[in-house]
């Protein structure tokens, strides 16, 4: 019996541990994309830093895989409660894994052909499709874990901070492919949405994990 409720303390152990650096990656991200866009384009055209994806195609790009990479390690190995944690992070984790595969361009002067980091010279038109579908199965899968998933609690408060995560997020998805039909919106609401999605969601995995110090603490 002791083993087995010391197994079980370490799982949860690495459960939060894992919520908790999903949380702090994701919520550090936007904002040094931020901070390195104003560092690359000045404070004059901060607004051509117009999505985090746009990252790849500075010198910085190594900040963004980095964090794509580590989200997806973290991802790929959560375990969860049950199938459908299983599911959601690893449809997250695919989706990672195409963003940083795939790099986007964002304006009519770019070239034909893309370069990924990884896999070289490709088709831009089909790089952008794979990456606005990669990055839709992140954001999506992110939106619904923690709206089916995390709200399974009894923690009525909890519940509440959760579906408002999750509901800022499907809003901030809805309003980022309309935005997309718009010729008129401004580059810079796509940084917007993506900050508001990834801040939202930093928030439900770091109170979902407890923010608690202990859990660094060794057993």
Known sequence: MRINESVESKWESTLHFQRFMLGVICGLLP????????ITYGFDEVYRWSSISITYQSSFA???ISALTLCTFFLGTYMGYDLGDR???????IGAVGVVLFPCTFDDSAPVIAWSSFLGFIPSAVSDILH????????GSFALMILTQFTKGKQAKKNKLYRI?????VAAIICLVVS???PSAPGWLTMLYEFIMLEAFSVAFLVKSGVNINMFKRG
């Open 180 to 182: 997309g039909f718009i």
């Open 31 to 38: 904002i040094l994309c931020t901070v390195l866009g104003v």
């Open 62 to 64: 190594f900040v963004m």
């Open 165 to 169: 995560c999750g509901w800022i997020m």
């Open 87 to 93: 599911i959601f992070t690893l449809l997250a984790a």
């Open 132 to 139: 606005y579908i990669s990055a839709g199965l992140v954001f």
